[in-house]
């Protein structure tokens, strides 16, 4: 169960770094000086995605990573 439990963990994590990078990408197509603050303000992403019209993409990879965080986290507790 730990190596079950380790790669459910380890792909909700990826899942989570690619959607952020997805929301990066995006926001710096829309403006450099945004993308920055994408980088440095936690919840800038969000905002950015939901003005821009590519919030449900980015909100659903997102979700799904922390799914994956928290049963990953659940079989190896």
């Known amino acids: 169960m730990n190596t079950l439990g380790t790669v459910i963990l380890l792909t909700g994590l990826a ?9 990066m990408a995006k ?17 800038y992403a969000l905002l950015v995605a939901k003005r ?3 919030y ?13 965080l928290v049963a990953g986290g659940a079989i190896l507790s």
């Not at 449900?56 to 994956?68: C, M, Q, S, V, W």
């Open 56 to 68: 449900a993409k980015f909100f659903a990879a997102y979700l799904a990573g922390i799914l994956g």
């Open 27 to 43: 926001t710096f197509s829309v403006s450099p000086v945004k993308g920055l603050l994408c980088l440095i303000m936690p919840g």
């Open 52 to 54: 821009h019209g590519f």
């Open 15 to 23: 899942v989570l770094l690619m959607a952020q990078f997805y929301v």
